[in-house]
């Protein structure tokens, strides 16, 4: 089976800080798509970050950014200058088939 | 603004009662799935539709079922909920099955 790996299932850092959350993940496909998305508690699952696999340039939105290593299958989500409503699970996912593949979710906590 | 609605937020059944969850779109996306997600795990894809094509996975059981009468809504029939149901409900479309999937805020179902 192709998965999607989240070896952190807690992560927590301080306000203001810099966090990097680790995926890994499996496939046989030279093209696809990669995501990490985020969920507060109660709240909507919201797409933070896409990554398109023939692109090399890792993909920044705003705070957010990733380490796209293709050969190594990881895809790693950087959270810089941390703030409290990052507070959160966040997934990663593997687009193939017309679906997404999960990773188990790392929940982070942001400390004041 | 576009997006994904699900109704109602919250559901309350009793065990063994039909209930069926609604979820529409004004992305006009071709795909629309659900998921199933229990506390602190990684949502879980019941099936999907492209366009009126139906594809469940292999491990939905016969008690969850779908209709899609039209590109803008989607429902999920439950015909039998039994306690291993309650769960929150995920609904989600794509543009064309590549590329992100954008969620509703979800059902939370609860069974009696």
């Known amino acids: 089976a192709q998965t999607v790996t989240q070896s952190q299932p807690e992560m927590s850092v301080q306000e203001a800080e810099t966090v990097t959350l680790s995926c890994t993940y499996d496939t046989s496909e030279s093209d696809y798509y990669l995501f990490w998305y985020k969920q507060p508690p109660s709240r909507q699952m919201i797409l933070v970050i896409r990554?398109?696999?023939?692109?090399?340039q890792n993909a920044t939105e705003n705070r957010f950014s990733v380490n796209f290593q293709k050969a190594a299958k990881s895809f790693s989500l950087k959270i810089s200058d941390s703030q409290l409503g990052d507070a959160a699970m966040y997934f990663c996912a593997r687009e193939g088939a017309q679906k997404l593949v999960f990773g188990q979710g790392t929940r982070l906590t942001i400390n004041p | 603004d576009a997006m994904v609605i699900q109704n109602p937020r919250y559901q309350v059944t009793q065990f063994g009662k039909p209930v069926t969850l609604s979820c529409s779109q004004t992305l006009n996306h071709n795909v629309m799935y659900w998921y199933q997600q229990k506390s602190s795990q990684a949502p879980k894809l019941l099936f999907h539709y492209y366009d009126k094509d139906f594809n469940n996975e292999a491990d939905t059981p016969d008690n969850f079922q779908s209709r899609r009468p039209n590109t803008s809504f989607c429902f999920l029939d439950i015909r039998s909920p039994g306690l291993g149901d309650a769960a929150m409900y995920l609904c989600?479309?794509?543009?064309?099955?590549?590329?992100?999937?954008?969620f509703g805020p979800g059902t939370r179902l609860t069974v009696l």
């Open positions: 990554q398109e696999a023939y692109k090399q």
């Open positions: 989600a479309t794509s543009r064309d099955g590549q590329g992100p999937q954008y």
